[in-house]
């Protein structure tokens, strides 16, 4: 039995057809992707392109000297891998370097914290092995979005206003491109980075002639071994610019380290969920978080509860701390450590920790115990509600009412007619995160702040180690057949909003929009992995749609319930294909995301 609201709220109709679908986080990029795959592009072009219009059209949530991770399921292979886009990092980024600063934390902007940008790369891996179309064909919009201008989201507009004393007195690189005239730009104004439209141009340049396969591996090492290395590299060694520590420093990512690393192919990490084969990247992302908690839910009964209602929303959030509990113990880069992840996701270990969940609110973070493995977790506790982007940049990446300033992430997924699926989570580089590089018109990421500075913990910092990034795509088989993907942006809360959306999916009947379009929630219990990493024990942040009787009854249960504004949870966007059909659906939340198909 399924639980079936009689008067379903939506904001606007699920899409659906029969040629393909493209839902993102910008109505722009949205486009960008149905053109691709209306001049016969596959998904994975087609893929391409949005991301590198994101990069330009939302500049305060992701750019081109961040990360990825990427799903796809290509129908020739006939299966679901992942490509890893996550930089590792740089040869000089030793917890011994970090301390003789005098930092017990990686800082949260700035260039100490970048690694090597992953994000160029894996794109050119996916455009190469899965795609068609040739390189100037996917970049073309994003030059053409660059050099021209789009008109700047109000998110984007109200975050250079947060940053701007720190841009004017100690990034001027980045005062020169987003205080054009000395002033923050209007929402609406026509906004162009002729800088970045000109690197992309130059790329094009370079990387030109012979097949596109030749082309394209041109092009990426034209990107870690050319000008736009020799740039990172130059920059890094030559400034000492303002991070959250308060004081200058200088970068240790060098060209080097970008001529080491190269984006590769993965196997993902599956939990089989009833008819369901969910699919994540593996432990060196929070991904296997979504999956435990489907390993701890499997074990209540969810079919025909208001995914509005009080024993909905415990459950999911107590199997969610406890999952989260798990990540902050052993989660950490497999090349590096060891993270029993078997045993993690296994029937028999969960069914242990499952018996933790009660009735009550937990107010403790209880890591399993898996004998040989983990780490200790410091808790540090957090005075007052997590902020948003301050006045240095820093803050976790999640999303807030209209107007709020906050970091954040994109996100985007796609289907073709053929049937191939891509979800994609790209991140960093965001214009608060790190000063402009000059001649690039764009800036470093700063995914090192998720390294511990204390030895021995599987997620502490070392040279060539992959941070435990937030970054969390999904895509998921039904009756063994390639079904959906989704995701979302918003750090630490990816992998709850996820999870909600997929259990009112499955669990409740609702099509893709209605589980977008439901109250959400989230909890804060463990800590965030961004700077300056702090928890708040119990506290679940809910919509104010959730229900009066609902948020009554969970806090007699023992949550800490604060409501945010109606609209204020997640910015997720999903796509489905069903036989022939192909469905789409997109976040109103924010005002920005919008899913097209025909």
């Excluded at 497999?334 to 609110?361: G, H, M, Q």
Aim: aromatic letters at 8%; proline letters at 7%; glycine letters at 12%.
């Amino acid at each position: 039995m399924s639980f079936i609201n009689p008067n379903p709220f939506t904001t606007r109709p699920e899409i659906e057809g029969t040629f393909g679908v493209v839902a993102s986080t910008h109505w722009i990029a949205t486009a960008v992707g149905m053109s691709i795959l209306e001049r016969g592009g596959n998904a994975f072009d087609a893929g391409v392109a949005t991301a590198f219009t994101l990069q330009v059209v939302e500049p305060h949530l992701n750019g081109p000297g961040g990360d990825v991770p990427i799903l796809v399921h290509d129908v020739r292979r006939g299966r679901t891998e992942v490509i890893c886009g996550q930089g590792p990092a740089p040869a000089g980024a030793t917890i011994a370097h970090y301390r003789g600063l005098g930092l017990d934390m990686v800082p949260g902007t700035g260039l100490l914290a970048a690694c090597v940008p992953g994000m160029f790369d894996a794109w050119m891996l996916l455009l190469r092995d899965y795609g068609t179309l040739r390189l100037a064909d996917v970049l073309a919009p994003a030059i053409h979005y660059a050099g021209q201008g789009h008109p700047l989201v109000e998110r984007a507009s109200a975050t250079i206003a947060t940053v701007a004393p720190l841009f004017r007195e100690h990034w001027p690189t980045s005062a020169a491109l987003y205080l054009p005239h000395g002033e923050v730009p209007k929402p609406g104004t026509l906004f162009a980075n002729p800088a970045l439209a000109e690197t992309y141009a130059r790329v094009l340049r370079e990387a030109a002639g012979g097949d596109r396969e030749a082309e394209i591996e041109r092009a990426r090492r034209v990107w870690s071994q050319g000008f736009v290395a020799e740039a990172i590299d130059r920059f890094c060694r030559t400034q000492e610019l303002m991070d959250t520590s308060g004081r200058p420093h200088r970068g240790v990512l060098t060209g080097d380290d970008m001529a080491r690393w190269q984006a590769r192919v993965e196997a993902p990490l599956a939990y089989d969920y009833g008819r369901y084969t969910v699919c994540k990247a593996g432990v060196w992302s929070q991904g296997p978080v979504m999956l435990q908690q489907l390993a701890l839910l499997a074990g209540f009964a969810l079919d025909g509860l208001d995914p509005a209602g009080p024993d909905f929303i415990h459950w999911q959030v107590e199997c969610a701390k406890l999952a989260y509990a798990d990540r902050e113990s052993f989660y950490g880069d497999p090349d590096w450590v060891d993270v029993p992840i078997e045993t993690l996701l296994s029937d028999a270990y969960n069914a242990e920790r499952r018996r933790l969940v009660t009735d009550k609110a937990s107010l403790e973070l209880r890591p399993g115990s898996v004998a040989g493995f983990g780490g200790v977790v410091t808790l540090r506790r957090a005075e007052g509600p997590r902020a948003s982007v301050g006045a240095l940049g820093a803050g976790e990446p999640t999303v807030g009412r209209l107007g709020e300033v906050v970091g954040d992430t994109v996100h985007f997924d796609v289907i073709d007619q053929a049937g191939n699926m891509i979800a994609a989570t790209p991140s960093g580089s965001w214009l608060q995160s790190s000063p402009v590089i000059p001649g690039l018109g764009f800036c470093l990421g700063t995914r090192a702040q998720m390294f511990w500075l204390e030895e021995g913990h599987p997620a502490s910092l070392a040279p060539g180690k992959r941070p435990r990034t937030t970054l969390s795509p999904t895509l998921a088989l039904r009756d063994g057949t390639p079904y959906l993907a989704w995701g979302t942006p918003g750090g630490d809360q990816q992998d709850q909003w996820t999870t909600q959306f997929f259990l009112r999916h499955v669990h409740a009947g609702m099509n893709l929009q209605e589980s977008i379009d439901a109250p959400a929630w989230h909890s804060e219990h463990f800590p965030i992995s961004f700077w300056p990493r702090t928890a708040r024990p119990g506290v679940l942040v809910v919509e104010g749609r959730v229900p009066a009787a609902t948020v009554q009854e969970l806090e007699r249960r023992g949550h800490i319930v604060e409501r945010g504004p109606d609209w204020s949870e997640g910015r997720l966007t999903a796509a489905a294909r069903d036989g022939r059909r192909r469905r789409a659906a997109a976040n109103p939340r924010g005002m920005q995301a919008y899913a097209a198909g025909r």
